[in-house]
């Protein structure tokens, strides 16, 4: 069974950092669009950034563009978001995802065939 578990998420003041990880269990994250997607309450779940693992491209949402970087160890089956200079409007449940192999990546949330749990984080004034 394919798993996808965030980490790192938690309470900070604004202009406060994060990392996040999400580890992937029973298939390789190689050649894969992975991505990061946040839910606010009571919004849609939106995309922030999109890397595909065979040779990185990534891509941010306006919203965290210049604050937010995505990496990811394909040796650890890990997925990273790196988040600098957080705001209040970045609170959220942040997903991570990934696409089907060799598939292009998207920000769309049916590009992605398997998810995370899902990991808090909360940026406070």
């Known amino acids: 069974q394919v798993h996808l578990v965030e980490s790192g998420g938690g309470s900070v003041q604004a202009g406060g950092s994060l990392r996040l990880s999400c580890v992937g269990s029973g298939y390789s994250s190689s050649r894969r669009c992975m991505g990061w997607f946040r839910q606010a309450p009571g919004m849609e779940r939106e995309g922030v950034a999109t890397i595909y693992t065979g040779g990185g491209n990534p891509s941010y949402s306006d919203a965290v563009k210049g604050r937010f970087t995505i990496s990811q160890d394909n040796a650890k089956n890990t997925l990273y978001l790196q988040m600098n200079s957080l705001k209040p409007e970045d609170t959220g449940m942040f997903y991570c995802?990934?696409?089907?192999?060799?598939?292009?990546?998207?920000?769309?949330?049916?590009?992605?065939?398997?998810w995370g749990q899902g990991t808090q984080v909360t940026v406070s004034s």
């Open positions: 995802a990934s696409g089907p192999w060799g598939s292009p990546c998207s920000t769309s949330t049916r590009a992605y065939n398997y």
